[in-house]
């Protein structure tokens, strides 16, 4: 690794990633699913996903590596920070880039849909969701689930990222396809906005509803030539997903770990809340979502 300088370890997996002395390439290394990933991201680049291209890949030292082309060094988190540092709000470019590089992503997943196939429990996490969280496998929540996947059951199904959010989005792409699987076409980059929310309000910015509505009305334009209609009807049932997946994974393995049993018990209540409005509503209104101070102000 002499040629390469230390990144990060990778999050939720075994491995690393690493940066070559010009800035020009990443090497990231890993087991089993890091193959699947390569796999998976040489396809979507093949079917024109702004995803970084992979030019080399094997096994060496019992791991596989990969190396891509950079994107970037900023993602649009990164600007978003920086923009809130300097001007107290996030700019509204970070907002025409996110909805440029969504719409990019829209138009590759719909040039390859995919046949009929579960999808929930992938997205969702929702074996883990519900092993942590038993008193949450009950009816009600279950007939929640059910009425956001008859809802979106019309749309297309396409390749999707999982994990879509501005940490993995940069002006010329979309990085960090570990957790793909099949999705509805606008699960990912619907609720790229709102997810701020589910962040605890910690990352030093937030969305002014007005640029939440110029994101989705870009991205509306743009499902309405795909497939004929807006999609950003179906974001309460996507946001329904995402209750769970910012849920998963999060139950602390030690009691004592305070700071952790806090966020935990945060994201339970985020997700009590997002289902009492999709219930009532078929919405989510995470601007109605307290932050992680408030609400660790209030549990203690």
């Given amino acids: ?174 990085i960090d396809w570990q957790h793909h699987g099949p999705v509805p076409l606008g699960y990912d980059v619907y609720p790229a906005l709102d997810i701020v929310a589910f962040k605890g309000g910690g990352k030093g910015y937030s969305v002014h509803p007005a640029q939440r509505s110029a994101y989705t009305s870009t991205l509306d334009e743009t499902t309405a030539d795909l497939i004929g209609r807006p999609v950003s009807e179906h974001l309460g049932d996507f946001l329904l997903v995402k209750c769970f997946f910012f849920l998963a994974l999060m139950r602390p393995l030690d009691p004592a770990q305070h700071d952790k049993h806090i966020k935990w018990q945060y994201r339970r209540a985020l997700f009590t809340m997002g289902l009492d409005q999709y219930e009532s509503s078929g919405t989510i209104d995470t601007d109605s979502f307290p932050t992680l101070a408030q609400f660790t102000d209030d549990y203690r």
Avoid: C
Avoid at 7 to 36: C, I, M, N, P
Avoid at 44 to 53: D, I, K, Q, R, V
Avoid at 60 to 70: D, H, L, M, N, V
Avoid at 72 to 86: F, K, P, Y
């Fill in 1 to 174: 690794m002499s040629d390469w300088e230390f990144v990060k370890d990778r999050t939720a997996t075994q491995g690393a990633v690493w940066r070559s002395a010009d800035g020009h390439l990443y090497k990231r290394t890993g087991g089993e699913d890091l193959r699947k990933e390569i796999e998976f991201q040489r396809l979507a680049t093949g079917l024109g996903y702004p995803a970084p291209e992979i030019v080399d890949s094997g096994m060496e030292e019992g791991s596989y590596f990969a190396i891509e082309r950079s994107l970037g060094t900023a993602s649009l988190h990164d600007e978003a920070v920086t923009d809130a540092r300097r001007t107290g709000a996030i700019g509204d470019e970070v907002i025409s880039t996110a909805a440029d590089v969504a719409s990019r992503l829209l138009r590759a997943q719909a040039t390859r849909p995919l046949s009929a196939a579960p999808w929930f429990e992938t997205a969702a996490f929702a074996a883990n969701v519900f092993e942590e969280n038993p008193d949450l496998d009950i009816p009600r929540v279950h007939e929640a689930v059910k009425q956001a996947l008859d809802r979106t059951a019309a749309l297309p199904l396409v390749h999707g990222h999982l994990d879509y959010g501005l940490p993995n989005v940069l002006a010329r792409g979309v």
